[in-house]
């Protein structure tokens, strides 16, 4: 009995050890490139390139309108790369907002490794890249992200899709039997950035969404004193809640 114990017990350290040093290859999922040029991607685009503090150059995609009331900086979720995201600048762009679409350190072909220092980082020289007015949208992590950068400097509207409390609390709502809480070395509280700030946001969630429980993403809500607005049936990577008519509204509602 004490040696089925002793090794039940190594097994658990033995698997602690590994999720604890390979985590953030459970967090982050980048997309290399190469991508195309802004141009090729979508007409009128122009290819950008952002500087962040601790020295790394990312591409990114600046689709500028004149005369629009606002440019709309994308910040993505732990997958993919901005190419995936091109559906909704489309959108955003036929509704006369400008968009700025960019990868994170370590996604379409950047230098560096996501983590959420990092992505501290690359959001703020995102923000460097924009003069005027700047509405933030950010998907699942990214909301996080932009959840973040809001404290640091408010702007003028805050969209949030599929927001989690914090990366803890999903983490732990999937790997229930890990000590998820003590084990992260990134932890994203974005209930309690979003209580620190003061701008028009909306919140938009999935009601079957299978990786963010739409009950976090309703508690972001209530602590950000958000409009909810809910899209019935619809999953986390559903195009419906990537760039769909109620997501670009929600957009150009705070805009």
């Not at 698997?15 to 190469?34: N, S």
């Not at 290819?47 to 606002?70: N, Q, S």
């Not at 709309?72 to 968009?99: E, H, K, Q, Y």
């Not at 995102?126 to 400097?153: C, H, K, M, N, Q």
């Amino acid at each position: 009995m004490r040696r089925a114990v002793l090794i039940a017990v190594a097994v658990v350290v033995t698997i602690v050890a590994v999720v604890f040093t390979f985590q953030r290859k459970l967090v982050y999922f980048p997309e290399p490139g190469p991508l195309p040029s802004a141009d090729e991607a979508m007409p009128g685009g122009r290819d950008v390139r952002l500087v962040t503090a601790d020295g790394l150059m990312l591409d990114g995609w600046h689709f500028e309108l004149p005369e629009a009331p606002a440019t709309v900086i994308v910040f993505p979720g732990n997958g993919g790369n901005r190419s995936g995201r091109l559906s909704l600048a489309r959108g955003l762009t036929a509704r006369g907002l400008s968009v700025l679409l960019f990868d994170y350190r370590g996604y379409g072909g950047n230098p560096g490794t996501p983590s959420e220092e990092g992505l501290t980082y690359d959001a703020r020289a995102a923000l460097d890249l924009i003069d005027g007015p700047v509405v933030y949208f950010g998907e699942s992590l990214g909301a996080a992200v932009a959840a973040e950068l809001a404290t640091f400097r408010a702007p003028k509207g805050l969209v949030l899709r599929s927001p989690f409390t914090s990366l803890a609390a999903v983490g732990s709502h999937h790997y229930p039997w890990l000590p998820v809480r003590m084990l992260l070395q990134d932890k994203y509280p974005v209930v309690e950035r979003v209580s620190a700030v003061d701008v028009p946001t909306v919140v938009v969630l999935g009601t079957r969404d299978s990786v963010v429980p739409p009950a976090q993403s309703r508690e972001v809500a209530t602590a950000a004193r958000a409009t909810l607005v809910e899209i019935a049936d619809a999953d986390h990577n559903d195009e419906v809640l990537n760039s769909g008519p109620r997501v670009v509204d929600a957009i150009v509602s705070v805009s």
